[in-house]
């Protein structure tokens, strides 16, 4: 199952090309990131990713400018590996007709007290368990 998450473009995306500047994606990706862990985890009832966690990498396939318009564009957001001590989010940031971006994020659960990088809870496993889609492949072209 993928997350879906609705992203407003705001008029400051744009650059002097008259397109989405690159950088902006990052941060449509960590909107629907964000959503994802956070929000929709709280939803579910989950503890998942309460202690924090950060990025370790990005990837990022751009395939088409993005023309700022007044309806949102889709970030659809999936699980495409879950391993001992962190996890592979793949996105596609697009419309019905077309995809503009495709990316990955490597994130790592991290004990903020503590200061350093932990291991995947079996809670975090269950809730990822739900969005994982390996059909998908990792995000990236």
């Given amino acids: ?22 950088v902006i994606f990052l941060r449509y990706l960590e909107e629907a990131r964000i959503d994802f862990m956070f929000r929709l985890a709280r939803q579910a009832d989950s503890g998942a990713f309460t202690g924090g966690s950060v990025v370790a990498r990005h990837e990022i396939d751009y395939l088409r400018p993005l023309v700022h318009r007044h309806t949102p564009v889709t970030v659809e957001l999936w699980v495409a590996k879950v391993g001992g001590a962190s996890v592979t989010v793949a996105y596609e940031v697009k419309d019905p007709e077309q995809v503009y971006v495709r990316a990955a994020t490597v994130v790592v659960p991290y004990d903020l007290q503590a200061g350093r990088p932990r291991r995947i809870t079996e809670e975090e496993r269950r809730f990822l368990a739900h969005y994982q889609d390996d059909t998908a492949g990792s995000g990236t072209a």
């Fill in 1 to 22: 199952m993928r997350h879906v998450y609705e992203c407003p473009l705001r008029w400051s995306d744009m650059d002097s090309f008259g397109h989405v500047n690159n």
